[in-house]
C-alpha cells in the first residue's frame, strides 16, 4: 500500500446492492387485483388489451395471440386465440382449432340451421332456429373432446398457464378454454430414491394428470376420489386431494380440506412446502407426513383408508395421515415374506437407535461409565486415544461433522464423481486423520457405523431429523452421562408422544395402544392382515375375509 | 383433556408403586420385617388389593369423577380446595423424597465432586418440558418405558438368582410376628400408586373398566415388589441392607452375563433414571391437573414453572435443613403423608356415598 494513499480519502468502490425492505403493506396491495374477477367483455379490442397488459406481450416472448376472423352464418367475426407457445401441440392447433375456424364451407356459410322434426302425419316440417355465435362455435366449429366455456379472465388464465389455448370471438362475452397441451414432459422412470428389488419400478412424474391417471390405474375402483384444489394466490399450483370416499374416514377428508383451502400464500412450488404448511407441528423438526415418489406406496395408503396429496410439477406425493411407524417402513417391506420384512424392520429400528444414540452413548461410557465395558476393551480404546490431543468430544463432534460434509458433498456433486467423493472422503481422510493422530480409529468406526446406519433409515425426512438429534444427545452424553442420555431420551419419546398427525397420534398404534386389529410395528403374514388400523378410524376396518385362502378349503370335499 | 386408554392407565399406576419400591419401600420393608420381608410384602399386597376393591366398589356410585369432583359434592368448592392441596402436598413431598435419594445415589457413584443442585436441575428442567408437551404425552411415554423397567427388574432377579442365598429367609417370620404383621402393615406406603386412583376416574377413557384397570394395577405392582425384595433378601443378609443408599443397585452389581457384560450396573442406572423420570412427570402433571382444577383455570401453563420451582425448593430441603437429611425420617414423612391422604380419600368416598345413598332413597 502507497504511504500516500493510506492518509487519503478513496471512496468506496464495492458496489452494493440493496433493495429496501417495505415497511408496511398498503391497503391495495392487501386486496391484491389477482383476486379480483374480470369478466370476459363482448368487445374484442377490449379483450385483446386486457390480454395483452395481463400477459405483458410486448416483454414476453412466449405469450401467442393469433389474430383472424371467424366465418359463421356467412357472417364474419373477429377472433383471437391465446397460448403460451412451447406448452402447446401446434398440431392440434392447426388441424384442430384453426382449421375448422377459419376454412370456409357449407357449414359455416349457410345463414339459418334447419332442423327436420317428422310429425305423426309422416310430414317433414323444417324449422329455422335463432342463431346463437356462442353454441354455433362449441357445437359445429370445434371439434376437440375437452372444451369448456370461461366466463371470466382468471379462470381462462388458469386453463392458459396448464398449457391450453383460449379462444376469444367479437360479440360474445364467453372464452373457450380448449385443451390443446403438449409440452415436453419426463417419461415415467424408476424410482430414484425410494428403490426395490421386488416390486413396481414406477415413479411419480412432475405433470398431475401422469400422477393421477398412475394412481387410477393402480386402484382400478370407482370409489377412487380425485379432488382438485388449487393453492397459491399468484402461482395457482393444483393440487389433488385423493383418498377411497367409502374408506376415507369423512373427518380425516374434511380436515385436509380445510388446511389446503385455507392456505394464504402467493406461491406454491414444491411438496416439501407444503408439508411445512399442512402439518400440525414445526418447532420439533420431526415429519408428521410421508412424501413419497413411489405410486404403490401411495396406493397402499389409500386403500387403508388415508388421503394422498399430489401436487402439480412435484414428483413427491404426501401421504396423510403418517406415524412413527411408517418412516421406518419401505415398500419393499410388503413385497417380502414377513419372516424377511420383519428381520428388515427389526434392523431398521436398530438403526434408528444407532443414528440417535450411538455416538452420545460412546461418549458417556467413555467419559462416565468405563465400568460398562469389559477391561481389554477399555484400555484398547484408551490406548488408541494416547496420542489424540483433543478432548473425546471436540474428536467426535471434528469426525461427525467431516461426515456430514461428505455426505453433504457427495449429494451435490455431478453423480458421476459423487460416489467417488464419498469413497476418498470416507477411506482416505479417515485413514490420513489416524494416522496424523487427529482421531482414534475406534471413533472412526463408532461415526461409520452410525452412518451406515443413518442411511438405513428408509424415509429421508426423519432420518435427517435423527441426525440433527444426534448432536444434542452428544452434548447430553459428554455433560453428564447416561444421566443425560436417560433425560434426553425421555424427552424425546414424550416430543414423539406429543405429535400428532392429522389428528392421529405420532406413535399410534404403539401408544396409543389403538388396537388388537391391524397392523403394528411388525407385519403379520399378508392372508392375517383382515383388519385396516384401527387409528385411522376407517369406514371398513375388515379389509379381507377371515379365511382368504378359500382354495384351502376347497379341496376338503 | 386427552384421555388415556386401559393400558396406559394401568402402566401409570404400575410405575409410581415401581418407582416408590425400588428407591425407597424395599429398603424399609427389608429393614423393618427382615428374614420376614417376604410375608410381610404377601401381606401387604393382599390388604393393597384389598382397599383397592373397596376404592372401586365405592367409586361405582361416582363412574367417571375423581376425588375433587366427589369432595366438591360432598362439602362444596372449600373441602374440594383442602382435599386436593392435601393430594398435591403429598405427591410434591414424595417426589422430592424419592428424587433427593436417587440424586445423592448418583452423587456417590457418578458425580462426586458435582453439587446435587445441579443434578436436581437437569431433572426438574427435564420434567418442566414434559409437562409442557401437553397431548397426554407423559402417560404414552410411560407406556412405552415401563415394559423396558420392568424388564431391568426381571432380568436383575434371574441375573442374580445364581448368587442368591436362600437361608436368607429364615426365620421365616422375621425378628417378631409382630413386626412382620402387626407394625409391618405400615409398609403399605409402597403402593403408593392407590392414592394416584382417586383421580384415576376421570383421566379414562373407559371409566367403568376402573375396577379391571385398578387390581391389574396393584396385582402387577406386588409382582414386581415381590421380585425386588426377593432380589435384595436373598443377596444380602437384612442387617447389611440398612446401611446402603440404594439396595437394588447393590444387587445389580453382581450380576455376570458371559465374561463381556461383566458391569451392567450403568446400564441398570440409565433406564432407572428414565423411569424415574416418568414417575416425576406422572406425579407433576397431577399436581398440576389438581391445582387446574382448584383454580378452575383452562390451561395450565403458566403454573407449569412456578410449580417446578416448588418441586425444585422441596427436593433441596434436606441440603438446606441438615435434620430431614435422615432415611428414617424422610421414610415416616412419606409413611405419615401416604396414610393421611389415603384415609382422606376413603373417608370422602364413604361420606359422600351415604349423601347419595340418602339422596337417592328420599327421592
Known sequence: MNIKNFFQYTPSTKYTFNIQETQSVSETEKLSKDEVKQSIYKSIDQNLKYVESKYNTLINSDIIIRTFSIVAKNKEFKAFLLYIDGMVDSDLINNYVLKPLMIKNKSNTFDGTITEEENPNKITVKKVQNFNLKDYIYDNLMPQNNVKQKADFSELFTGINSGNCGLIVDTIDIAFDIDVKGFKQRNIDKPSIENVIKGPQEAFVENIRTNTSMLRRFVNNENLIIESISVGKLSKTQCALCYMQNLANDVLIAEAKFRLNNLSIDTLISSGQLEQLIQDDNVTGIPQIISTERPDKCVKAIMQGRAVILINGNPYALIIPSVLIDFLSSSEDSNLKPLFANFLRGLRFLAMLITILLPGTYIAITCFHQELLPTDLLFSIFASRENVPFPIVFELLLMETSFELIREGGLRSPSAIGSTLGIVGALILGDAAVAANIVSPFLIIIVAITGLASFAIPNFSFGFHLRIYRFAFIALGYLCGFLGIGLGLFIYIAILCSLKSFGVSYTAPIAPDTSNLGIKYFIPPFWKQEYRNAYLAPKKEIAQNKISMKWKNSGKD | ?363
Request: hydrophobic content about 50%.
Open chain 2, 1 to 363: 383433556m386427552e384421555k388415556i386408554n386401559n393400558k396406559e392407565a394401568i402402566s401409570l399406576v404400575v410405575a409410581l408403586c415401581t418407582n416408590v419400591t425400588i428407591l425407597l419401600s424395599s429398603q424399609v420393608i427389608i429393614n423393618d420385617c427382615s428374614s420376614g420381608s417376604l410375608i410381610n410384602s404377601c401381606l401387604i399386597s393382599l390388604i393393597a388389593i384389598a382397599l383397592t376393591l373397596v376404592i372401586c366398589s365405592l367409586y361405582r356410585k361416582f363412574i367417571g369423577l375423581n376425588i375433587l369432583d366427589i369432595s366438591e359434592y360432598l362439602g362444596g368448592k372449600t373441602l374440594k380446595t383442602i382435599i386436593g392441596i392435601i393430594f398435591i402436598i403429598y405427591f410434591l413431598f414424595t417426589s422430592s423424597i424419592l428424587l433427593y435419594r436417587l440424586i445423592n445415589c448418583l452423587k456417590i457413584i457418578y458425580y462426586p465432586i458435582t453439587n446435587i443442585v445441579y443434578t436436581v436441575l437437569l431433572f426438574i428442567i427435564a420434567v418442566g418440558i414434559i409437562c409442557n408437551l401437553g397431548n397426554n404425552a407423559f402417560s404414552k411415554a410411560n407406556y412405552i418405558i415401563l415394559p423396558l423397567s420392568l424388564l431391568t427388574i426381571i432380568l436383575a432377579f434371574i441375573g442374580n438368582a445364581e448368587n442368591f442365598d436362600y437361608e436368607n429367609v429364615f426365620p421365616i417370620f422375621g425378628n417378631s410376628i409382630n413386626h412382620t404383621f402387626i407394625t409391618g402393615i405400615s409398609n403399605l406406603f409402597t403402593f403408593g400408586g392407590i392414592n394416584y386412583l382417586f383421580f384415576l376416574p376421570s383421566k379414562l377413557k373407559n371409566p367403568n373398566k376402573f375396577l379391571r384397570i385398578s387390581v391389574l394395577s396393584i396385582v402387577i405392582s406386588s409382582i414386581v415388589l415381590l421380585f425386588i425384595v426377593t432380589t435384595i433378601l436373598f443377596m444380602f443378609n437384612a442387617n447389611l441392607v440398612e446401611g446402603q443408599l440404594f439396595p437394588f443397585y447393590s444387587a445389580v452389581r453382581y450380576i455376570e452375563f458371559g465374561t463381556f457384560f461383566q458391569r451392567l450396573d450403568s446400564a441398570f442406572l440409565l433406564i432407572r433414571i428414565i423411569s424415574f423420570i416418568s414417575f416425576l412427570s406422572i406425579t407433576s402433571n397431577l399436581c398440576l391437573n389438581i391445582f387446574k382444577e382448584i383454580i378452575n383455570t383452562s390451561d395450565e401453563k403458566p403454573i407449569i414453572y412456578p410449580f417446578m420451582l416448588l418441586l425444585f425448593s422441596c427436593t433441596l430441603l434436606p441440603e438446606t435443613i441438615k435434620a430431614l437429611d435422615s432415611f428414617h425420617l424422610q421414610n415416616n414423612i412419606f409413611k405419615f403423608l401416604f396414610f393421611i391422604t389415603f384415609a382422606l380419600g376413603m373417608l370422602i368416598l364413604i361420606f359422600a356415598k351415604f349423601k347419595k345413598n340418602r339422596k337417592e332413597s328420599s327421592l
